[in-house]
């Protein structure tokens, strides 16, 4: 049971994430039940829900305790990661996580409730391609802010670039000596059109691209979790997916811009 400073903060934080973290009307029956976000009785449907669940019941309506609610995307869904991951990427991870086991689908072009809240945190409008915008949304969400950090942006490959400016940035491409051992789960990966964009995007350059998270890394390839996309791996798809991408596939790694912990920066 919480006691009552544990429960005026647990009401505290559920106020500050519901309807950006989550709505009430997308959760389970219980915690619907409640009513309102900010009322002690969501909180402690939130810390019964987490006892169930085998969390620490502190009734905060977290990325962990959403995911674990919500339950995995269905079994294409990668496995846990083989690389160690930090806790800031395993937050990271976990936001992403809890979208794709969503679904969240476009309704219309670029459009709909999911999709415009990405938009909204780099200030896009409603139409515009959002595959940056979710990873953008992503982090925020992940470390409990109320807006995108400055590197963040609304273009794939400017994103990458802003925060590799950054001199705490730690970044890798595929022009690094042995770079399949340094990427790592929970980091930022970005990509261009085509092999010469991509040289010229490490260099500075601009051009189109596509963006999504990393959520595993093993000897096949990087996984990731990625906004705007489909099951062909399109940067105009309809929803948030996940996908995999294969060291060996010579033409992936050729238009990959470069991958960066979001940690660092």
């Known amino acids: 049971m919480l006691n ?5 903060s647990a009401v505290a934080y559920n106020k500050k994430q519901a309807g950006v973290l989550w709505k009430i009307t997308d959760l389970p029956a219980e915690l619907q039940a409640a009513r ?13 829900a987490q006892e169930a669940k085998g969390l620490p019941a502190d009734g905060k309506l977290g990325p962990n305790t959403l995911a674990a609610i919500l339950g995995k995307a269905d079994t294409a869904a990668p496995a846990a990661s083989t690389v160690p991951v930090g806790d800031w990427a395993a937050a990271l991870i976990s936001v992403c996580e809890a979208e794709a086991a969503k679904k969240v689908r476009e309704v219309g072009k670029n459009a709909g409730p999911d999709v415009e809240k990405y938009q909204k945190c780099v200030g896009l409008a409603k139409g515009s391609p959002w595959c940056a ?133």
């Open 36 to 48: 309102s976000a900010d009322t002690a009785a969501f909180a402690l449907a939130v810390g019964s």
């Open 133 to 265: 915008a979710f990873v953008s949304w992503c982090v925020m969400t992940s470390r409990g802010l109320t807006k995108a950090p400055k590197w963040c942006s609304g273009s794939a490959v400017s994103l990458f670039q802003v925060a590799s400016r950054s001199k705490t940035c730690v970044k890798v491409t595929p022009a690094d000596a042995d770079y399949k051992s340094k990427v790592k789960a929970g980091w930022v990966w970005s990509r261009a059109q085509d092999d010469a964009s991509a040289a010229a995007a490490r260099k500075g350059a601009w051009c189109q691209g596509h963006t999504g998270v990393v959520v595993k890394v093993d000897d096949v390839g990087f996984h990731t979790i990625e906004g705007n996309t489909n099951a062909a791996g399109s940067r105009e798809g309809d929803g948030v997916y996940f996908k995999t991408h294969k060291w060996a596939d010579a033409a992936i790694i050729g238009k990959t811009v470069g991958w960066f912990d979001p940690a660092s920066v």
């Open 4 to 8: 009552t400073e544990q429960l005026a």
